[in-house]
């Protein structure tokens, strides 16, 4: 057993000032949406270029109504990726359209742009891109190929806030982007999600979609043209968004020095397959090797564990849940994207680590990948 502080693969840092204001705000009397929300969206708003942005309660609810600003539903099929954690296909089924997967580039884990256009039908409606692991996917090349066969963009920025493509940030540019703040992501709210809009979208109709399709007037009546769910976010947790934004560009870079340090310490001879090294446009929400072929994930992790240290798995291939068989996808549908999701590891990597924390995982890593093949 290890005799140093577990070192979990991720944790949020929060400041003082953060926490402060969350108590501000529940002394305030105003708890759920409210001015906090305004502020927040407000910040984000003026990092994605002035462009709309709306706060939501998760990431999730976030991709389910910019579907539905999309116009998506029964007898459309939206494109994305077999490599991403299953929120991003959960909510195409949601609204009733149907996912088509595109398997993986080997080298980025994206969506393969190559087998994109072959994926593409008359009945296509979106495609959801995701940055998986903060590597952006490709701008130039997706936005060529949905705008020549006229299909909307949802980006899944769940995890590419704070990184850019071109010099541009995640969100300053597109058509819908989605981004998650959940407890595990590069800025956090607890749980919560944001949506920039579209030029061509309504910001009213997106807040009634997101609180029961209600328009409220002057007079205190009110209407519901539309249905609406219920997936607002609270002012207490857009008081924490606020305290992590001041923060952004600093988290982002201490996750680049961290992410180099990796390179840099880990020994090529051990076998591992590294992410593509790109410190221009990721903003390293995660850090993940593939294990080689032949070592025991299960007692890697295992092994890593009762050193101290935490390993995440993110994630395996969707296709393979139960859910997802049962509508008829089976094994060897996605190869690349298969062998990636049995063999991807997720190693510590959050602002507050220490250059001796990456020190510590690669030395663990080399004691015990030779035990574990
Ligand atoms: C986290 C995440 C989501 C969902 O966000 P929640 O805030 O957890 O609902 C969707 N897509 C991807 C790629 C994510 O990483």
């Known amino acids: 057993m290890s005799t140093q502080p577990f070192l979990p693969f991720t ?55 910019a579907l539905r600003l999309a116009k998506v539903g029964a007898g459309d099929t939206v494109i994305t990726t077999p490599l991403t954690w299953v929120a991003t296909a959960n909510v195409i089924l949601e609204v009733g359209a149907t996912p088509v997967f595109v398997d993986i580039d080997p080298v980025t884990r994206n969506i393969d742009l190559d087998q994109l256009e072959d994926a593409i039908t008359a009945e296509t409606r979106a495609i959801i891109p995701v940055d998986l692991a903060g590597l952006p996917v490709d701008r130039d090349r997706l936005y060529a190929i949905a705008g020549k066969h006229n299909l909307r963009v949802i980006e899944d920025a769940a995890q590419s806030l704070g990184a850019s493509w071109n010099g541009s940030p995640i969100g300053s540019t597109g058509d819908f982007v989605s981004f998650s703040f959940h407890a595990n992501k590069n ?3 607890g749980e919560g999600g944001a949506l920039v809009l579209p030029a061509d979208v309504d910001p009213a109709l997106c807040e009634r979609l997101r609180l029961q399709g209600v328009k409220r007037f002057p007079d205190g009546g009110m209407d519901v043209d539309v249905l609406g769910g219920k997936s607002n976010l609270t002012d207490i947790a857009a008081a924490i968004g606020l305290g992590q934004f001041k923060h952004l560009a600093e988290f982002t870079e201490r ?24 410190f221009e446009n990721s903003n390293w929400h995660m850090f993940q090797p593939l294990l080689p072929d032949g070592v025991d994930r299960g007692a890697f992790i295992a092994a890593m564990k009762e050193r101290g240290i935490g390993v995440g798995v993110h994630y395996p291939a969707l296709h393979l849940f139960s859910l997802y068989r049962k509508l008829g996808w089976q094994p060897g549908d996605f190869p690349v994207a298969e062998r990636v999701g049995a063999r991807t590891i997720t ?27």
């Open 187 to 189: 800025l956090t709210t």
């Open 255 to 278: 996750r680049r020095v961290l992410a180099r340090r990796y390179f840099e310490l880990l020994d090529p001879a051990l076998g591992l397959e590294l992410p593509p090294a790109d």
């Open 11 to 65: 944790r949020p840092s929060i400041d003082e000032e953060t926490i402060a204001d969350v108590a501000n705000v529940l002394r305030s009397g105003w708890i759920t949406s409210g001015p906090k929300v305004q502020a927040f969206e407000a910040a984000l708003s003026a990092y994605c270029g002035d462009r709309p942005v709306r706060a939501f309660s998760s990431g999730t609810a976030t991709l389910e109504v």
């Open 347 to 373: 190693l510590p990597l959050f602002p507050a680590m220490s250059e001796a924390d990456v020190d510590r995982v690669c030395a663990a890593i080399e004691q015990i990948l030779p035990l574990t093949t």
